[in-house]
T-cell receptor
Framework: GENVEQHPSTLSVQEGDSAVIKCTYS??????FPWYKQELGKGPQLIID?????GEKKDQRIAVTLNKTAKHFSLHITETQPEDSAVYFC???????????FGKGTTLSVSS | EAGVAQSPRYKIIEKRQSVAFWCNPI?????LYWYQQILGQGPKLLIQ????????DSQLPKDRFSAERLKGVDSTLKIQPAKLEDSAVYLC???????????FGQGTRLTVV
């Protein structure tokens, strides 16, 4: 089955810096890759996603890139702000209706 | 639109007791998931429903966990008897099919003592 590895497990940056979180997946049939943000005491919230027919997607300060050949995808956050501090999870699934397989998460801390 | 509703938010029980969690997905979402999230880890799928049918329950510990979605809308997850290692946050999520975008509820934090 699918396995998703996520790195780093913790990331500390200064406000205004960029943050990059990387994930690799094992199942070449995977074609949907969302990123979730989870704040303390809350459920994960979708922040951006990408499908396998696209190499890059951007939404304001957040971007995701996908390299299908290498089977890895990354989350890029520019101009980080303290409110970006949270746990971020990558996930993958291989077809419509199939449940997501999550990475172990990255705790991002943005200090002002 | 209203989000995924879960109750209770918190539950503390003794080992060997039983507990039940309830989830009401977003209106119109045919797919419903229950995930278990142990502290410091990513969510792990327990069971996936499509309407009122089970799509995947391969990782559900069926000797103690059960789940149902009788009318294809809300769902309950039950643990009987609970073990210490069941302490976790139980997350419910729903999605439209065939889209994969899943929306999560706030979760139920279970502590087994």
């Amino acid at each position: 089955g699918e396995n998703v590895e996520q790195h780093p497990s913790t990331l500390s940056v200064q406000e205004g810096d960029s943050a990059v979180i990387k994930c690799t997946y094992s199942d070449s049939a995977s074609n949907y890759f969302p990123w979730y943000k989870q704040e303390l005491g809350k459920g994960p919230q979708l922040i951006i996603d990408i499908r396998s027919n696209v190499g890059e997607k951007k939404d304001q300060r957040i971007a995701v890139t996908l390299n299908k050949t290498a089977k890895h995808f990354s989350l890029h956050i520019t101009e980080t702000q303290p409110e970006d501090s949270a746990v971020y999870f990558c996930a993958a699934s291989n077809q419509a209706g199939t449940a997501l397989i999550f990475g172990k998460g990255t705790t991002l801390s943005v200090s002002s | 639109e209203a989000g995924v509703a879960q109750s209770p938010r918190y539950k503390i029980i003794e080992k060997r007791q039983s507990v039940a969690f309830w989830c009401n997905p977003i209106s119109g979402h045919a797919t419903l998931y229950w995930y278990q999230q142990i502290l410091g880890q990513g969510p792990k799928l327990l069971i996936q429903f499509q309407n009122n049918g089970v799509v995947d329950d391969s990782q559900l510990p069926k000797d103690r966990f059960s789940a149902e979605r009788l009318k294809g809308v809300d769902s309950t997850l039950k643990i009987q008897p609970a073990k210490l290692e069941d302490s976790a946050v139980y997350l419910c999520a729903s999605s439209l099919v065939p889209k994969n975008e899943a929306f999560f509820g706030q979760g139920t934090r279970l502590t087994v003592v």
